[in-house]
């Protein structure tokens, strides 16, 4: 294990204390993957979180068609979605997939979030949308997240829970924990009468001012 790539694994474990610390995910729920050359690096199934160390993240080739992991633990059982994201979107240098408990609601309600606040530009598009319902660690919940995932940097999995994406870890940490913030302000909106959607012309407003914007430069 070279210098850098340490540096990337204890990021990623640094990353899962976060997403918990933060409230966005519970337990061993989510999981991290990160880009490292040509290969993926991603949490193992089932660790808690401060039990891991670098030597415990597990890793694969991006390139291998039946991936031969490396490490002492399986991989977390979503690596399928995290290894085709990585594959089909070369610009993507991290996920982060967890279950917080406003944008899983939404995913339960089978309901992707529309552009209520001028954030939603950070993820893309007009909305974050939901997917089709699949079983976890499925090639078929790989294939639906994808769909949702088109033009976006994250999505809600149906019934399951959300996938931010991001060119560095980073941005990818950042983006889940902004998704989760605009869901509960959408849920609260809601209950007053609902959110005056905004335009695509607004977003589009909002989108060119993100250039200079802190974690999108």
């Given amino acids: 294990m070279t210098p850098d790539e340490e540096v990337l694994r204890r990021a990623i474990i640094n990353g899962c204390l976060s997403m918990n610390s933060a409230g966005i995910n519970q337990g061993t729920s989510g999981n991290i993957s990160a880009r490292f050359n040509d290969r993926m690096i ?11 160390t670098p030597a415990l993240l ?30 089909k979107r070369p ?14 609601a939404f995913a339960m309600a089978r309901q992707g979030i529309p552009a209520a606040h001028y954030m939603i530009a950070a993820f893309g598009g007009m909305d974050v949308r939901c997917s089709d319902y699949a079983t ?21 999995l149906a019934n399951h829970g959300m996938i931010a994406l991001g060119e560095t870890l980073e941005k990818a940490l950042w983006r889940a924990v902004e998704l989760e913030t605009i869901a509960r302000q959408y849920h609260h909106s809601l209950a007053i009468g609902g959110p005056v959607l905004l335009s695509e012309d607004e977003i589009a407003e909002a989108t060119a001012g993100f250039a200079n914007y802190g974690l999108r430069q």
Avoid: K
């Fill in 42 to 52: 991603i949490t193992p199934s089932a660790t808690p979180y401060a039990r891991m």
């Fill in 58 to 87: 597990a890793d694969c080739d991006l390139n291998d068609n039946e991936p031969d992991w490396r490490g002492p633990l399986p991989p977390s059982t979503e690596w399928r979605f995290h290894r085709d994201i990585l594959r």
């Fill in 91 to 104: 610009e993507i240098g991290a996920i982060v997939h967890a279950h917080p408990p406003y944008c899983t």
């Fill in 136 to 156: 976890f660690g499925t090639a078929a919940l790989s294939h639906t997240a994808l769909d949702a995932l088109t033009g976006r940097t994250a999505c809600l």
